[in-house]
């Protein structure tokens, strides 16, 4: 095998590089048994797995693939090609960084690829897909050999596991001939746009390769679930078809004879570590057409706030005393709304969000600063108007008279249910439902929220006073 790594950026001057032979396009078929699908197509149905790369940095100054099974890639890619020019110009491509994001799914990968005049073509590179039949097969050896599954499991493809599905008639990795270029620049056969692609799917084999078997029909956790029913049932003794076909008592453990055997069970692995940061967002930037209707900024950016979210709930999770808290109450749409707003989303979401929920512009500001100041509680106090009861009031009067000494105690006047106002000055307290008090400061003739609530209304106005300076 010839070595894809020893590439630096002067070879791109080599007209010819180290490709080999290549030979002329031969029409054959792949039959059931040599573990190959009849079909080309990329576009499956509506449940067919796509999982999306975001553009890589440039490769320059390293090779492409590390990994035996990346460069088998790189190695059918070479034996494929008729124009070894043709894959000079796209590996300078590649390094260049001129490919987009990489969509890839049953059969097919996608990307945009760019010239350097900024000119992008959508390119597309056909696999065959892999039948049920072949599929059975390979999970039926991969349950039979547990160090298949566990090499899967760290990202890895030993030769041994592709040459035990060789043995079955299951070809993984492709050979002469087996990847079929597609390109928007009307080329025939393959182009350095597309060339660019292959080298650039050799990267992401060398990090995962389940990358492959999607590529191949699968992804990773269909597999890793029929791979579970089969150990399972090969466990009971039974295959996943006759279980499927047996009666409901013919499956499952005596709930007495698995609380027996509670104590032999291991432990449960202790909870991962948090990620430093949330996970980014899958890219958008395929080079296909959105369906209508769809934005792909704001998808985008919900994709980005739901990462942030579920960063936060994990680290909540697993932080001391989390069982001994009470839930978060659910947001209603308008709440959410101001939440999204207050993540500073940019000023065409921002504009989307004041229309979607009625308030304007400067309305939606008003209410993402009660969100910073307290969330809904404080977002709460900017919409509704609470009437508190005589008792309330009784004891809000109380404490008004208690809160201040003697000359430091502002002149306030009633503005309304649970509304206070400093006499000569722009500022009000607002008591809340939850019994904390609200600082609010007059802006435009618009009452704004000044600061978080406090139970103490000294607190709370200090900060709406020292806001206004």
């Given at each position: 095998?010839?070595d894809?790594?020893?590439?630096d950026?002067?070879?791109?001057?080599?007209?010819h590089?180290?490709?080999?032979?290549?030979?002329?396009?031969?029409?054959?078929?792949?039959?059931?048994?040599?573990?190959?699908?009849?079909?080309?197509?990329?576009?499956?149905?509506?449940?067919?797995?796509?999982?999306?790369?975001?553009?890589?940095?440039?490769?320059?100054?390293?090779?492409?693939?590390?990994?035996?099974?990346?460069?088998?890639?790189?190695?059918?890619?070479?034996?494929?090609?008729?124009?070894?020019?043709?894959?000079?110009?796209?590996?300078?491509?590649?390094?260049?960084?001129?490919?987009?994001?990489?969509?890839?799914?049953?059969?097919?990968?996608?990307?945009?690829?760019?010239?350097?005049?900024?000119?992008?073509?959508?390119?597309?590179?056909?696999?065959?897909e892999?039948?049920?039949?072949?599929?059975?097969r390979?999970?039926?050896?991969?349950?039979?050999?547990?160090?298949?599954?566990?090499?899967?499991?760290?990202?890895?493809?030993?030769?041994?596991?592709?040459?035990?599905?060789?043995?079955?008639?299951?070809?993984?990795?492709?050979?002469?001939?087996?990847?079929?270029?597609?390109?928007?620049?009307?080329?025939?056969?393959?182009?350095?746009?597309?060339?660019?692609?292959?080298?650039?799917?050799?990267?992401?084999?060398?990090?995962?390769?389940?990358?492959?078997?999607?590529?191949?029909?699968?992804?990773?956790?269909?597999?890793?679930?029929e791979?579970?029913?089969?150990?399972?049932?090969?466990?009971?003794?039974?295959?996943?078809?006759?279980?499927?076909?047996?009666?409901?008592?013919?499956?499952?453990?005596?709930?007495?004879?698995?609380?027996?055997?509670?104590?032999?069970?291991?432990?449960?692995?202790?909870?991962?570590?948090?990620?430093?940061?949330?996970?980014?967002?899958?890219?958008?930037?395929?080079?296909?057409?959105?369906?209508?209707?769809?934005?792909p900024?704001?998808?985008?950016?919900?994709?980005?706030?739901?990462?942030?979210?579920?960063?936060?709930?994990?680290?909540?999770?697993?932080?001391?005393?989390?069982?001994?808290?009470?839930?978060?109450?659910?947001?209603?749409?308008?709440?959410?709304?101001?939440?999204?707003?207050?993540?500073?989303?940019?000023?065409?979401?921002?504009?989307?969000?004041?229309?979607?929920?009625?308030?304007?512009?400067?309305?939606?500001?008003?209410?993402?600063?009660?969100?910073?100041?307290?969330?809904?509680?404080?977002?709460?106090?900017?919409?509704?108007?609470?009437?508190?009861?005589?008792?309330?009031?009784?004891?809000?009067?109380?404490?008004?008279?208690?809160?201040?000494?003697?000359?430091?105690?502002?002149?306030?006047?009633?503005?309304?249910?649970?509304?206070?106002?400093?006499?000569?000055?722009?500022?009000?307290?607002r008591?809340?439902?939850?019994?904390?008090?609200?600082?609010?400061?007059?802006e435009?003739?618009?009452?704004?929220?000044?600061?978080?609530?406090?139970?103490?209304?000294?607190?709370?106005?200090?900060e709406?006073?020292?806001?206004?300076?």
């Open positions: 095998m010839n894809f790594n020893d590439l950026e002067h070879e791109e001057h080599d007209e590089g180290e490709h080999g032979e290549h030979r002329e396009d031969e029409e054959h078929e792949e039959s059931d048994d040599a573990g190959h699908g009849s079909g080309r197509s990329g576009h499956g149905g509506a449940g067919e797995e796509v999982r999306t790369f975001p553009a890589q940095p440039p490769a320059r100054g390293r090779g492409f693939a590390a990994s035996w099974w990346g460069q088998t890639w790189l190695k059918a890619l070479q034996d494929t090609a008729l124009d070894g020019e043709q894959l000079t110009r796209g590996r300078r491509s590649a390094r260049a960084g001129a490919v987009g994001a990489v969509s890839v799914r049953p059969g097919r990968i996608t990307a945009v690829v760019r010239d350097r005049d900024g000119t992008g073509h959508r390119c597309d590179v056909l696999l065959t892999l039948t049920d039949t072949a599929w059975d390979f999970l039926d050896m991969a349950v039979d050999r547990a160090e298949h599954i566990a090499a899967l499991l760290d990202r890895e493809m030993p030769p041994h596991l592709v040459e035990d599905a060789a043995t079955t008639g299951v070809e993984l990795l492709p050979g002469i001939g087996d990847l079929e270029p597609e390109c928007g620049c009307g080329a025939w056969d393959l182009c350095p746009h597309t060339a660019a692609l292959c080298y650039e799917v050799a990267r992401l084999l060398d990090q995962d390769p389940f990358v492959l078997l999607l590529l191949r029909g699968r992804g990773e956790r269909r597999l890793l679930d791979l579970q029913l089969r150990s399972v049932a090969r466990a009971a003794g039974s295959s996943p078809t006759a279980e499927a076909e047996s009666g409901p008592a013919d499956r499952g453990v005596r709930a007495d004879e698995a609380f027996a055997a509670r104590d032999i069970l291991p432990p449960l692995p202790a909870p991962p570590a948090v990620p430093a940061e949330p996970g980014r967002p899958p890219a958008l930037d395929s080079g296909s057409e959105p369906a209508p209707g769809i934005d900024d704001a998808l985008e950016f919900l994709a980005s706030d739901a990462a942030a979210r579920a960063h936060r709930l994990l680290a909540e999770a697993l932080a001391p005393g989390h069982g001994r808290q009470p839930p978060e109450p659910a947001l209603t749409a308008g709440e959410d709304a101001v939440r999204l707003a207050a993540s500073v989303p940019g000023p065409v979401i921002a504009r989307r969000l004041a229309e979607s929920t009625g308030r304007g512009r400067a309305g939606l500001d008003r209410a993402v600063r009660a969100w910073r100041a307290g969330g809904a509680a404080g977002l709460a106090v900017l919409d509704e108007v609470w009437a508190p009861g005589q008792e309330e009031l009784a004891r809000a009067a109380a404490v008004l008279g208690s809160a201040w000494e003697g000359a430091a105690r502002p002149r306030l006047r009633a503005s309304g249910p649970g509304r206070w106002t400093v006499i000569g000055a722009e500022t009000q307290l008591l809340g439902g939850d019994g904390r008090w609200w600082p609010y400061r007059r435009q003739g618009h009452w704004c929220p000044a600061g978080p609530g406090a139970h103490d209304p000294a607190e709370a106005l200090a709406a006073l020292g806001e206004a300076g």
